[in-house]
Each structure stands twice: as C-alpha cells, then as structure tokens.
C-alpha cells in the first residue's frame, strides 16, 4: 500500500527547507523504499511510500544511517587538538565510540581521514598550499557515500603547472565554513544529539510535518541555509543530506573563468536583476573597499510530477543548463536555459537563490530572489531571443566596468528585467515591446558614448515583429520607419560603413571615440524631432545626388495605414513610444524580412488623414504614381511645414501638384503650429504606390493628365 506524506516542513524557501525536501527522498529511497517518489505541490513536498508515517517515523529514529561529512582542511573539523576546536572534537569523538551498525560508515571514513593525516601530514593541518594535494589524497581514499559529501564541499582544479587549486562551490561557503562557523561541527553535534543521545525524538515530527511543538529549538545556527527563524535539530541532519545530492566536483586543466560557474549544478554568475531589492553590489562581494567577483547564484529546481530519487539524482548529475549558444553563465542566459531545459526534465520552476553577502562582509545569505516558471511546452517564439545571446555577455562587460556610467548601468538592468520577464509571459506582446523599449535605450547610452564597445544590438530575426505586434497603431507605423528599403539606422546610431553592423571608431587603445558622422541625425530626446530630422536628412542627400524624390520608401509587407496616419495627424499616437520602438526595430534583418516577413495583421480601423495633408504628401513622394505622373519632391514644402507654417506649405504643395495635372478640390489647409509639425513629422512614415493612387482620387476626383510635367 502507498502512502503519501505532506511533508510540511519541506518548503522552497529557505534554502534549508528545500534541501530537506531532497535528503528525505534520498534517505528513504536508499536505506528504506527503492520506489518512493517525491514531487512539488504548492508550497510543500509530498513523499509517496510504503512506509506509513509510524513506519517512517521508526526508520529515521532507528535505522537511518548518516552521510559522512567532514572538513579536515578547515576550522573546526574536531581533528586537531586547538581549543576552537573543543565542539567539534567531541561529537567527533562520540561518532568514533559508537557502537551501533548504522554508524559503521562514519567510522570508517573518520579512520581513513586519521590514517591520511598520519601518513602524509604527521597528523597535523594540512598547510594551505598543500590543501590541494590533500584532498586529492583523500579523493583516492574515502568511498562510499562519503564521496557524495566531498563533491558536494570541494571542487579541484588542475592548473597548466600542475598544482591543484580548491574551488569551493557556494552552497558550503568556504569548503564547508561560513565565517568562523564549521558546517561539519555543526553536522556533527547534530548527529551526536540526535541519533546517539536522542536527545531530540520528539523534534521529528516538527522537522517533517511542521507541527508546533514545544522545546524543538536548537541553539546551533544552520548559517545560509537558514538565515531567519528558528532551527530543529533535525534540519541539520536532512539539510546536509539533500545538499549532497548537488555534487560539484570538477578536474580541468587552464579553469576558465566560465567553468568557474560551470562547476556545480544549476550554478552561475550573479546577476543583479529580477528581484525587488536588486542593487549592482549583488554581484560582487566586497573585501577591504574592493570589489571582487560574488558568490554567484544557484537555480534549484522544482517538478510536480512523483519522482523516483534516480531520476532527481540524474536530473543534478545533469545540471548544466545551456542555451542554443552554450552554456548558460548568468542569469539571464540561466532563464534562457530554463525555458527548454525545465520541458525536457519535467521542471516546472525554478528557485532562484543568490549567494549574498551580509553586512559583516565576512558571511553570506542564501537568499530566494524569486521563481522562474517554466512553460509546459517550447514556444518557437522564445527562439527569438537566440539572436541576443552572444551579445548580452559583452553588455554586461561593459556595465559592470568601475568607469560605467550609471546610466548605463540603470539600461542594462532594466533590459535584463524585461529579458526575464518576458521568458515568463512570452504570449504577451507587450512583453516583447518592453524588451524593444530597452533595447533602444542602450543603444541611446551607447550613442553618447558609453558602452559601445559592445556594438549595437545585433540583427533581429523578422519574428521579432510578429511577436511584438500588439496591433497598435504605435508599432504599425514604427515597423513601417524602421525597415524602410534605404536602411534608415545609419541616422540613428554611426555605424561602419563597411561594417554596418558595428560601430564607427576613431582613434586605438584609451583614445577611442565613436566616429561622427554628419548622417547621424536623430537622438532620442524626441519622437516628432527624430523624425523631422530623418526626413531633413534624407531631403539633403537627395538634393546632394541632384535627385527629384524624398527617398523613403516602404519594405514590402511594413508600410504605414492611412488609418494609422489619420491617428498621428490628430494626436492620437504616443510619438516617442513610436519612435524609441522605430530606432529597436531597425535592428530587424533586412534581407530576411525580405525572404520571411512575418505577416503583421491589417488595422480593423476606417480612417483617413486630412485632405490637406494627403496633398502634401502627394508633393513629397519617393516614386511617380503609378499612373506615371510624377510630382517629384520640393525640400521647401516639407521644411514650411516642419516649422509650423502649414498654409503656406499646402500652398506650395497645391501649385506642385496642378503643375503635373493632379487638381485638389482642397484649396487651404491651416492648422496650428503644433499640428502642422505632427503633419511633417508624419512624412516619415512610408506609403505604398496604391495608398498614394488612393490619395490622388480621394484629394483631385476630377484630375485630368494635361500638362504633365
């Protein structure tokens, strides 16, 4: 018969809680039931079992038999006869004099750390160049599940000169110290406490089931694990249990500093982003004023399908989570990961912990920074964010600089939030708009010069439109700026003529600039004087060329609506949002979006711009009208009305036009000045052949072909 338990006192958070979650599966998949299973539900582990809760209960009381941990290389460890070593040498002690099966393997393994000791370091410390050497010996030595704990603490690497450096994976602090505390002491007192003097029988059920019960409290601190709130013996023994589970033992020659985040599961780089009270010292730990690389974080998942303790296992043994592109190294490309990682697995989230660093600077908190959900099937569309996985690292170089502006620094940080946010809620366009937002303002910090050495955002796959088309009339217009057929990005950022996709330099070494380029014309402060801008720009190289026509025409597929147009003529679009989301979509693949574009739905809107404008617009287009006549493009009329004078540039336009055979039933068009600026930074936007032929019978009906011109 199987029975499930609600192990109440097994939560995601703290750290402590979950790690118990995984050493009780362990302990009684092992030592008692092969075929227990576990698995997430709400904010608590379930256990499924034959064993029924007095039979779980007798297990652990009487026959459960501890891991062996232990930490003879440092403070602590109860091997050595210093006086701080008092605690630790007695419970030590009290595990060497037990008499009892289950203890078999600890003595063991503390006669195989003795006999090590004796042979290689005339029992004493090992010094610290000669830590390396001593672990390896004791690699070679111990067996059994003794093994499980030295993964778990330790991690060594081999230099190119063949010494042997320790890594110390964060989850134990420093090889299994945090501060002046020893996690072995600790560990080991608690074992001497539990299981030889049972001192503790009745805190069981608290530990397991959360149940309130009086003179359950232990004076023993269980460090990061346990930050806040009290502690039951107990905790000790099944924390360290489950925290074996995530082993990190590595061996490599030349450690990268990639491979420094690589060596435990689910384990990466600090990233100061996704959580409320998120600050840039997050990600690194400070040491007499200076500023050196954080603990990290680590991921741990959480699955609510009923597990076997094999499969878990395999699921840690596995933890390296990696992205399209590689390994996942931050956080950032660690949510990546776990977007496909957590399908395959059965994961459905992930708790996000950040090793942090108190305010004593000497320890550190394991500190729950959030979930990340994982979705139940890989979304196409997250494939999306491939296209940004070789350049985030570069961004983040450059903002983690000690020179790095804050303004920088704030950019980044705001596009890694809505990175995250949008692998949560990926179905959501206005997700993906947030993420285009903040792409653009990057590159606005990079165009005044700081952090450009990680070059523009790369080019966007054209399914990048697809999944931010909210059908607004906001990003119909910016798709219609931004993939225009002479790419207008050059007016935005400077960029390498033969290299458009990096910056323009002059200048090596620390005098480096961003180039300027008399191109460049737009600047981000203002979405209608952006567009003005483009279009003076664009008027001047025309004239430059001796050409007759604006050149600003449409990519097929992404062309601005007249309904969309009406809409901006009378101030009913938000003009900096439209063009901060133009300057992020001209990162969009030309020549893709050329082959593949994506198909944006067609406004459900009726709508048409003034009759004024449109016959202004008519004496600004880029080509003839399709009935040949060609009105050409006079610079006067655009730069009228850019500075307010709208009657005077619906007067010019009408003569242009009359002149070609093109007779507009409108005779005036005065507007204030603040329209009339609307009305010329609406030229930016490109139309097709067949609106302009819509224009020309809507504004002249009765228009004739005499005396074209």
Not at 429 to 452: K, N
Not at 518 to 535: C, E, K, P, Q
Request: glycine residues 6%; proline residues 6%; charged residues 25%.
């Amino acid at each position: 018969m199987i029975h499930v338990h609600d192990l109440g006192g097994c939560a995601p958070a703290p750290l402590a809680h979950y790690l118990k979650a995984l050493g009780i599966l362990r302990l009684v998949s092992e030592q008692a039931d092969a075929h227990a299973r576990g698995w997430w539900e709400g904010e608590r582990f379930r256990l499924a079992s034959t064993l029924d809760e007095s039979a779980l209960r007798n297990f652990l009381l009487e026959r459960y038999e501890p891991i062996p941990v232990f930490n003879p290389w440092g403070a602590r460890s109860g091997f050595y006869p210093d006086n701080s070593e008092t605690t630790a040498r007695d419970a030590l002690e009290d595990i060497e004099k037990s008499k009892g099966e289950r203890f078999k393997s600890y003595r063991q393994t503390i006669a195989t750390i003795r006999a090590v000791l004796h042979k290689d370091f005339a029992d004493k410390k090992p010094p610290d160049d000669e830590k390396g050497r001593f672990v390896l010996a004791l690699r070679r030595q111990v067996r059994g599940r003794a093994s499980y704990w030295l993964d778990a603490v330790l991690a060594v690497t081999a230099t190119s000169d063949d010494r042997y450096v320790i890594r110390q994976p964060a989850l134990f602090g420093t090889g299994g110290n945090e501060g002046s505390g020893g996690y072995a002491s600790a560990y080991m007192s608690a074992v001497s406490e539990c299981l030889l003097k049972r001192r503790w029988d009745h805190a069981l059920e608290s530990s397991l089931f959360s149940s309130p019960l009086a003179n359950c409290e232990w004076k023993q601190s269980l460090g990061q694990f346990l930050p806040e709130g009290s502690t039951v013996a107990w905790d000790f023994l099944f924390a360290f249990e489950g925290a074996c589970m995530v082993r990190s033992a590595v061996t490599a020659k030349q450690a990268s500093e990639v491979s420094r985040w690589m060596s435990s599961p689910f384990y990466v780089a600090p990233s100061s982003f996704g959580y409320a009270s998120a600050s840039r010292l997050d990600e690194f730990a400070l040491n007499k004023g200076k500023e050196l690389p954080g603990r990290g974080e680590q991921w741990f998942p959480m699955w609510a399908q009923p597990m076997l303790f094999a499969e878990v296992a395999h699921l840690f043994a596995e933890g390296r989570a990696s992205t399209r592109r590689g390994r996942a190294i931050d956080g950032w490309s660690m949510a990546r990961a776990a977007t496909s990682l957590g399908v395959r697995s059965g994961i459905t989230q992930f708790v996000r912990y950040g090793y942090l660093q108190r305010n004593n600077l000497a320890t550190h908190f394991a500190v729950p920074l959030g979930r990340v959900r994982v979705p139940d099937r890989v979304l196409p569309v997250l494939a999306c964010l491939d296209d940004l996985d070789q350049w985030m690292p570069g961004l983040h170089r450059q903002a983690r600089d000690k020179d790095a502006p804050s303004r920088l620094r704030t950019a980044v940080r705001r596009l890694a939030e809505t990175l995250l946010a949008v692998t949560q809620h990926p179905d959501e366009p206005s997700r993906w708009q947030s993420v285009l937002m903040c792409l653009a303002d990057v590159e606005t910090v990079m165009a005044s010069g700081s952090g450009y050495k990680a070059q523009p955002v790369p080019a966007l796959r054209p399914q990048w439109a697809g999944a931010a088309a909210d059908g607004s009339a906001e990003f119909r217009l910016a798709l219609a700026l931004a993939l225009q057929i002479d790419a207008v990005r050059r007016h935005w950022l400077p960029l390498d003529r033969k290299q458009p996709m990096r910056f323009a330099t002059t200048g090596t070494g620390a005098q480096m600039r961003l180039a300027r380029d008399t191109a460049v014309v737009m600047n981000g402060r203002s979405g209608i004087d952006d567009a003005l801008a483009l279009v003076e720009r664009r008027l001047v190289e025309a004239a430059q060329r001796g050409a007759r026509h604006v050149p600003l025409r449409a990519a097929p597929g992404a062309f601005a609506y007249p309904c969309d147009l009406a809409a901006w003529l009378a101030g009913a679009v938000n003009t900096d949002r439209t063009l901060a989301l133009a300057r992020a979509l001209m990162s969009l693949d030309a020549a893709k979006w050329s082959q593949q574009r994506m198909s944006i739905p067609a406004p459900d809107a009726q709508g048409q711009p003034a009759d004024g404008w449109m016959a202004i617009r008519l004496a600004l287009l880029p080509w003839p009208l399709p009935d040949g006549r060609d009105p050409g493009a006079d610079p006067a009329i655009f730069r009228r009305l850019a500075s307010g004078d709208a009657a005077t540039a619906f007067e010019l336009a009408r003569r242009r036009l009359r002149a070609r055979g093109i007779h507009t039933t409108v005779r005036s068009a005065s507007v204030p000045h603040d329209t009339a600026r609307l009305w010329a930074a609406a030229m930016a936007f490109p139309i097709t052949p067949e609106i302009a032929a819509t224009f020309a019978r809507r504004t002249a009906p009765t228009t004739t072909q005499e005396n074209p011109q």
